[in-house]
């Protein structure tokens, strides 16, 4: 989802991480029955009282961050264990506290300083333990105030995915809900989804695999600046309901509006809105008081009750890098999608969270779910695996270094990345946030860096050799697209602009992906299909027919990308922009050189040329307005807030009436070939020039027309 400039693509590329990233994303019909707020939904949540200061931990500054103490009640220390430089802990050897804060802190110090955030916060937990906790840098720009991680609350995004799925597993374990039914089973009938022509219904386990075959929409619609635009779940569903492109169970597509649909379906079978049943039934039972999905918008009717004020005041702010300096962005208000990503919570809640989550579903006699479901969240829902990083009942499998896994899930609004992983095998969990969109890679490697320094060592891929990729460009050479966009409308052309990979097979046996997740070496891998970057335990599965690979699978399970013609890419399209507007400049050219007194044309001639010269200017217009809104939409807010954007609808409504007028132009053709007498008529170099004209403008009408570029209306 995006542009065509590199900062914008930059900004999308944080949200492709879940909500897209959101968008992801980060990309519509719900019910007309509204919810009505019980009693308890009417006023912010018991169980949130502002913290008192009497209470609140003691704090010193140091540096650039602030650090608390413990605030939760946590067991005995971990004893540290000795290790000597380079030796790896075994499995069942406990991470030493002070080596782990050592390590960690150099690595989240140099990331906030050549990635350019303000603020981030991090929390590992073992066995039971909080082994480390610690904020660094800022929350809040005036008056400063540093990030506090049992008091600062980090915006989660796409985490809150697993609350949902946490809710819908246990409506599975209720027996209100079977996993093979289809959701219109448990939806209200003004949000059913209609099959749309497509053979296989989608099922509830579809909506937690992201099979579901929806497109994937965000623009102007997935974040909200203005709180007044903060719409009702079911409205939201109703309104925004996005195409089905390809049947259920195809292969995965990240969705919010999937992720969404499930937290529908809790609310139609308890009756409780989405906010009060994860209180009552999730962070409530677990005394997660500082993690919450409402947001603070002003009490509305409809809507269920804002965050908790005294929460509200500890929401870290989210920041942007202008090149000098850190600017506040407003907040991002998720609460129309909320299942999807309206979450926000401490440190020190999300430490909590994750240590239920290694316990099985239970937490200091509090249980949350069962044995059966806590297999589920580490069992893939699709086999084989289409990505690297399979969907276990919609938590995300991690591969992890030393061929650990984890599962958890990674989130990102537009300011905020943050990423939430367990590991069961080591009783492990790390969750890392920033509160600036440039983290990504941060929160990304932050647990992979922790195994890999404690417990892999250096990743060795074994690799079947490089040379048998040695002069394999014909099978994986070519320009790919993601199926995580949007299907039609000026949302189309955007994101096919911006959901393009490059793949080319280097001298040396590489397979070398450039995407916008930037570019990456791959190896051929022991397994079929499959290849391996080197001396990283990432890995990248491609589809074949014949000799000839015609998709691949983003390793974190997220989209596919499939191979496209050269006329369907961005090379084709700026190919034919720039044709038309050298031809429409040299139109404009022989206005001037072709006047001369004993110049002729046919009245058909002359209409031509009006109707063509008009098709270029408007061209040249359409052309030069969407240059102008890509150049000016270099803060990603913009592109999501500020859509449709009036510089891009003018372009579209500019290039539909050059596409009219190109049509005219084309019918009367062959009366300008026919013509009258030659020194009535246009020369023929001048009917070839007009008719490749022609064909330019029409070619170039065509490829905008397939990408969605001639609806004005739908943006």
Partial sequence: MTVVTRPILAGFLALAAAMGPIHASAQPYGSNRAIVPLASDLAPPAAEPAPSPSKAPPKRYSGNYWRAKPALPVAAPIQPVAIRPGALLTPDQALPPLALQSFVDGYIRRSLETDH???????VVQNGQVVMKKGYGLSQASPARGVDPDQTLFRLASISKTLTWIALMQQVEAGKVRLDAPINTYLPEALQIPDNGFARPIRVRDLMAHTTGFEDRALGQLFEQDPSRVRALATYLRQERPKRVRDAGTFPTYSNYGAALAGEIVVHVTGQTFEQYVERQITGKLGLNHLTLREPYPQTDGL???MNPALARQVSQGFVWTGGRFET?????????????????TAADMGRYMQMILNGGSLDGAAIYGPATAKAFQTPLIR???????????FIDYALPGGFHGQGHAGATLMFMSNMVTVPQLGLGVFVATNTGTGEDLVMALPGQIIGQFYAGPVRTQLSGSDQLVGKGHVYDGTYRSTRRAYSGLEKLVETITG??????SPDGQ?????RNGQKAYWLSQKPDWLSRLNDPEQVRFDRVGDRAVRF??????????????????????????LTVL?????????FTSRRPDYRQTRSQRQAHWLQASAGGLWIAAICLFGAWAVSASDVTRIFFDWPNLKVTLASSCALLAALFTLATLGLSPAVWSGGRRQDSWSTGRKLRFTATVLIFATFAILLALRGGLEPWSA
Avoid: C
């Fill in 117 to 123: 955030i303000a603020g981030a916060v991090v929390i």
């Fill in 304 to 306: 269920p009750a804002p």
């Fill in 329 to 345: 962005r407003p907040f991002e208000y998720v609460s129309q999608v909320g299942p999807a990503g309206s979450g926000s919570a």
């Fill in 384 to 394: 084989p695996a289409y990505g690297q990083n399979s969907w276990n009942h919609g």
């Fill in 500 to 505: 393009e990979s490059k793949v080319t097979v």
């Fill in 511 to 515: 397979v070398i992906i450039q995407s």
């Fill in 553 to 578: 699978y983003d390793p974190r399970g997220t989209d596919a990308s499939e191979r496209i013609s050269f006329w369907q890419s961005n090379a084709g399209l700026a190919l034919m922009a720039g």
């Fill in 583 to 591: 031809a429409a400049l040299f139109l404009f050219i022989g206005q």
